[in-house]
């Protein structure tokens, strides 16, 4: 055995692409060194979408760009990262959209904006109202959206058993944690009978393992097998919003490749964005199929019932909540799903 592939050497795909380049007598440039950020852990469908999205942007481009994946929040939260993707201290990020530096973000989220898979595709693919909303808005941030991944639909983990998980006008009785920022997910949540309080996610885990909250909201079915499976005894599908995450780029640093490469990368997020679509649902249903084999008590919705959940946050919290987004955003939104 060739003792240094016996002592862990390895050839990188780059190294691959740079020799070849020289056999065919190509001069070939230092490639390109991008950081793609993510809170995504290893081995989840999320993770593996990046690391994807990197091997094939190497491909793409002929090494010319190398993108590594830091998960985990290994460079910071969510909200961090996308600040430092705007300042173009990190070139990329796969995550959601902070409504921290515009609230009109808000409306990513916004709940029951869609309310299954197929208007959620037609929503958030390129064309479609919330991704031309959102691209729009963070194009004023120096952010560009190269293109959407589909986790799925969103519910909450509870670590104790919901007393009327059925019911959208019961009196719960139980602390929710929601995400700081904004008042969306706190009137959404209120209406549906929880007491409400907003903890950092670094936090959030501690905070249900002590009883300081007993559920939290604002995930779906892979955050909470890969982050709170062991304290969750239930887990409702509240199909309250879309989670949908983007693929960013600093703008500026996106405008200043080749055209060659600026297509070759968005050419590959959106082959990664029309792969991953379909397969959200199944995600979804796998992962809730997880909690259910480890005990937890999951609750879904027939349609009749998801409908009186949607029904009730459009004519209750829409109107507390439509300040967020302001009222031309807000009459494009009931435009969009033809509500008077």
């Known amino acids: 055995m060739n003792n240094k592939l016996k002592h862990g050497f390895r050839i990188s795909t780059r190294s691959l692409l740079v020799v070849a380049a020289f056999a065919v007598g190509i001069s070939t440039a230092a490639a390109a060194e991008w950081r793609l950020s993510t809170s995504y852990q290893p081995g989840s469908d999320g993770h593996k979408g990046s690391l994807d999205f990197a091997e094939r942007v190497m491909k793409a481009t002929d090494g010319r760009i190398d993108v590594e994946v830091y998960p985990a929040n290994q460079l910071g939260d969510w909200v961090e990262v996308y600040e430092q993707v705007m300042s173009g201290a990190v070139e990329l990020t796969m995550g959601a959209v902070p409504s921290t ?39 004023g ?30 009196k719960q009785g139980m602390k929710l944690r929601v995400w700081p920022g904004g008042v969306t997910a706190r009137a959404l949540m209120e209406r549906f009978g ?14 249900m393992q002590t009883g300081v909250v007993e559920g939290v909201i604002g995930g779906n079915p892979e955050l909470t097998v890969t982050n709170f499976l062991d304290i969750t005894k239930m887990y409702i599908q509240y199909n309250n919003h879309f989670e949908n995450h983007y693929i960013m780029v600093n703008r500026d640093l996106f405008e200043s490749l080749p055209p060659e490469d600026r297509a070759a990368v968005e050419r590959v997020a959106i082959d990664i964005m029309n792969e991953r679509f379909p397969l959200a649902e199944a995600s979804d249903e796998a992962y809730m199929q997880q909690m259910r084999d480890a005990g937890v008590e999951v609750v879904t919705f027939p349609p009749e019932q998801a409908a009186a959940f949607a029904a009730v946050a459009r004519k209750d919290v829409w109107p507390e909540i439509k300040g967020e987004i302001g009222d031309e955003l807000y009459s494009r939104l009931k435009s969009e799903l033809n509500i008077n």
């Not at 009109?104 to 109202?129: C, H």
């Not at 670094?202 to 905070?207: K, N």
């Open 101 to 139: 530096f515009d609230p009109r973000l808000a409306i990513d989220s916004f709940p029951y904006a869609v309310t299954d898979y197929a208007e959620a595709q037609k929503a958030y693919s390129p064309g479609g109202y919330l991704y031309e909303i959102v691209d729009e808005i963070v194009a």
């Open 141 to 170: 941030q120096g952010v560009k959206i190269l293109s959407t991944w589909a986790k799925g639909m969103g519910g909450g983990a509870f670590s104790e058993i919901v007393p009327n998980p059925y019911d959208p006008n019961a």
């Open 194 to 207: 929880y007491s409400v309080t907003m903890i950092p996610w670094d936090e959030v885990y501690t905070a």
